[in-house]
C-alpha cells in the first residue's frame, strides 16, 4: 500500500518485547524497565495476526527486533509462524547476539533468512562498560555460531560513539576481511531520554571516511546506508546517518511495538493500537497508520532529540 505522499510500505519492524538482557547506555536506563504486564503487550496469536493483516497490505519484508528479542521465550515459534505468512519474502532479526549460541540454529530452522547482529566495541572492558551488563566474548560466540549454522549476509551493526569507539573505526572495519560479513557504522540518535551520552557524543558517518581512506565505494543496494568495501574484503561498510542525511524520502517502514502500538514514523509521538483488535479491526489501524505517516520526522540533532515518547527498546530501532 502507498502513504499518503506515494511511497510503497513494503517493510514492518516488529519488536517482540521491550525486555533485553542488556542495558546499552544509549538505548535503556541502568535498573532496566518497569515489566509490563502480560495482558499490555501482544499475544503470539496478535503478533501473527498483525503480520498477515500487514502482508495483505503489501508488506513483504520482516523485522523481528526488541528489546532483546532472543529473551523472548516463544521466539522461535514465533519467527516460524511469521516465515509461513504468504506474502512474507524476506524474515529478518536484529539482536546482540549473546544468546545466538544457542538459538542460531533453530532460528535457521525456523525460517529467519537473515541476522543483524549488534556490536559496538571489541575491547572487552568497552562492551562490559557500554552494556552495562555483557560479556564480549558471548557476543562474538555468537556470531560465529550464526556463520556456523549458514546463516549469510549478515549484518554488524556499530553505533559510533565520539570518545568511545571512534578509536576502534578500523579494527571493526577489519572484521569484513575476517568474516563474510557487512559492518554499518549507524549514528547515534538522541532519543526521548538522553541516556548517558551528550550531544558532544554524537559524530557524524563522515568520520568514518576520513578515518579509512581506502575504502572503495559500491553500488547502493535500495537500503538506507550508503556503501562501501575496503580493497580485499569479504563483506561491505555501510553507513547509516539518520542525523546528518535523513532518508525519509525513501522511507518503506512502519513499526508495531511490543505492546502493539503501530508507529507510523521512528521519531513521531503518533501511534495506533491493535492490541485485541480481530483481522478487520487491525486492517483499519494498519491502513490509518500507513496514511498518517509524516513526509519526514522534523529537525533532529541533539539539542532537538526525538518526539517519539519512548526509548529504542520500546520501539525496536
Ligand atoms: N537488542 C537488539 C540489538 O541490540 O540489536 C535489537 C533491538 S536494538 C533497540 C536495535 C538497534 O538499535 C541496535 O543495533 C542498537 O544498537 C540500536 N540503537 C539503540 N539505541 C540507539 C540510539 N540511541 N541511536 C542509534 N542506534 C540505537
Ligand atoms: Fe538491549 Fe539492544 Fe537496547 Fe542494547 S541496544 S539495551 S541489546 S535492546
Redesign the pocket.
Known sequence: MRDSYGREITYLRV?VTEL?N?R?R??MPAEGICKREHEEMLSEEEIVLAIETAASLGITKLRI?????LVKKNIVSICEKAAKVPGIRELCL????TLLPQLAGPLKKAGVDRL???L?TLDREKYRYITRLGELDQAIAGIEAALSVGFERIKL?A?LIGGFNDDEIPRLAELTRTWPVDLRF??????YDG?DFSAGSFIPCDTVLQKLPGLVEEPRDGGVARLYRLPGAQGRIGLIS?LSSHFCGECNRIRLTADGKLKPCLHGREEFSVKGLDAEGMREQFVKAILSKPAWHGELSYTQRSRSGR???R???
Open positions: 519488536s533485553c542488556l546499552c544509549y538505548c527486533t526488541g528489546g532483546e528479542p536484529t539482536t546482540n547476539g543483524n547482529i549488534s559496538d551493526n553505533v549507524i549514528e547515534m540518535m538522541p532519543m541516556g539518520p526509548n529504542m527498546n520501539i525496536g530501532g
